[in-house]
């Protein structure tokens, strides 16, 4: 009983002691040799604004509480408030590296709920979208990692790539970072020949640009001295911890959920999910390289079977009508009335509704009750959330120079780890 | 403002005052606040394409101790306010604030329980950046509204004109979207 | 694996543990006593047939309903039968205590955290029951339906310019 009380105040001092100047603490203990650092929210290599409290002996981690909530921005009381069209722009914010992806996974998850199917034009835009959003998340991995442990080149190469891809997303959709590209019912606007030849384009070139970034890394000593059997994460640790994507097959399991649970039309597709066995930060590092590669397929077999036809479904009571028709008939103008004020006409019930995110498994947890436009249970399960918090396992043992590269090799973002 | 104003007011000391607002504007280096989506687009000003080191802010400093203008980039939620603070004020001075994107200016799309609905709540902004996220192109439109408001003198939220400002029909602070 | 033999094992190793349950857009989801919670997660995972190992997600939920007011959720994936389960339980609002999965299922903890600091339902027998998000001081459950969006002023301090 006294122990835990007494840790209990050791613990709120020492919180306190580095919170603000004024306080210090000590405790009487000659032989103690631990130390507490503050990795805090403001820190170069921390990917956004995660606190880390790892405790100390000497050099090596003994133990770390990662503390969220620094960007915690309310989105589930939000979505509460908000019609199921109006919260498509704040997926976008949620994993603010690969928007496209998030829209996806929302607009599927509400599809779902509401039992309706986009055209397969859309389909297939939305595929090709994903993955190129999944290509872009792993550059910035990339960029992140090799800045992290000192190759500064490889993140100048993959921003100049990245901004290729920004050029695509913005023909294709208008915006070149927060798209809200999706929309109930299938895409806000088809495709056009010119941003078809563009992605095209940046397909072909793009394998050989990932190559040049290989060669300065694959096989670099430095490199691999940083990263190899550092922050290793075990089978068995993986799957008890729920940790998802990348993390979870770099350590020996073969789960993709495009293949477990297929969404979208992804069975209809040619492509491996690569794995690994390592669990170290080189694994990871082999195992988003690969999944690039493997996205390049995914686009390029999409880009060859893309059907013609519509990208919005016809549901007059759910899915958004055409301006064209909203502006000269008169049943289409009362649904864009109805659907922009009273929302969407879900049923009574709730799903749970997961995609394959570059970084994990999101999912949407939506309860909706009848003829209500606002969901009354919104849940993100945001991967980031969850393999943040697998840190504590991985960071067991390692040094502290290690932590840096082992939080780059996880690659989280706070967007969606806060909500 | 800073050593030269310990000299007092001559001809002298206003060429003085000019030559080394010059220095200042053109080497001013941020630090990089970046706290959620706006991050991503101040990494590519300061990236190949859009380079914001040919303004002169060669390094993104991420230690306060050596750096002129914060770049407050993301939403602030009342847990990070004081963590920003905190950076803002070790910052030695002279030292200036870029509010950038929506959030940082009026909270943004987030109208909820845990985000600050403006940062200039409690810290006093230089120039404010329209745009969610805001174009690199604009962020360096603001960074030369910046320069010119530093080769003038005028720092620190003290400065004649800002949003709203009903006196002067100048919007010099406020960059174009 | 489908959901038809998922209920009837259920059906026959639960007994009077399964309460409800219900099939919506292909989804099975039961409802389970909250005092059962405990026991009905470990066999849902140490069965062989069922083997239920991956917690996708653990939330709470505010009905608003003079009883059983708050609802908790666990979305259950096996990996190896490529098969989802949906697990609800509900507490009162006087006495919102729940058992904890974190021995079950390590990922819990964090979910547990998440939704004690929304809703304030305690999890007995967790490690380390703090809030998530919110400052360690904050009074109020967020997610509560009766907490306005806006929040309540003067709640969260602000440093001053």
Known sequence: MDTKVEEITHRSRILQALEDQDTSASFLDPLESEMILNMGPQHPATHGVLRLLVKLDGETVIGCVPELGYLHRGYEKLAESCTYHEFIPHTDRLDYISPLSNNTAYTLAVEKLLGIEAPPRAQFIRTIISELARISSHLLFLGSLAMDVGALTAWMWSFREREKLYDVFENLVGARFTTSYTRIGGVVQDMTPTAESMVREFIEAFPEKLEECEKLLNRNRIFIGRCDGVGVLTREQAIDLGVTGPTLRASGVHHDLRRALPYLIYDQFDFDVPMFEGGDSLARYYQRMAEMKESVKIVRQALEKIPPGSVHAFKPHNVLPRKKQVYTRMEELIHDFMLVNFGIDPPDGEIYFSIEAPKGELGFYIMSKKGDGHPWRFKIRSPSFVNIHALPTILKGAMVSDVVAIIGSIDPVMGEADK | MGLESALGDSFLTTKVEDAINWCRKNSLWPMPMGISCCAIEMMAFAGPRFDASRFGSEVLRFSPRQSDVMIVAGTTTFKMAKVVRKIYDQMPDPKWVIAMGACTSSGGMYRTYSVVQGIDLFLPVDVYVAGCPPRPDNLLNALMLLQRKVQKGESRGNAPSYIGDFHSNKLENVAAT | ?161
Request: with cysteine; hydrophobic share 35%; proline share 6%.
């Open chain 3, 1 to 161: 694996m489908d959901n038809q033999t998922v209920l009837e094992r259920l059906k026959s190793r639960l007994g009077n543990a399964l309460l409800e349950s219900r099939e919506f857009r292909g989804e099975l989801t039961i409802v389970v006593p909250k005092d059962r919670i405990a026991d009905v997660c470990s066999f849902l995972k140490d069965d062989p047939e069922l083997a239920y190992d991956f917690l996708s997600d653990l939330c709470g939920i505010d009905m608003f309903t003079p009883e059983r007011r708050f609802g908790l959720i666990y979305n259950l994936l096996s990996l190896r039968n490529r098969h989802r389960l949906r697990i609800k339980t509900f507490v009162e609002e006087e006495d919102p205590k729940v058992q904890t999965v974190s021995g079950i299922w390590r990922t819990a903890n964090a979910h547990e955290r998440e939704t004690f600091d929304m809703f304030g339902i305690v999890f007995e027998g967790h490690p380390d029951l703090r809030r998530m998000y919110m400052p360690e001081d904050f009074e109020y459950y967020p997610l509560r339906k009766d907490f306005p969006l806006m929040g309540i002023s003067g709640s969260l301090p602000l440093p001053k310019k």
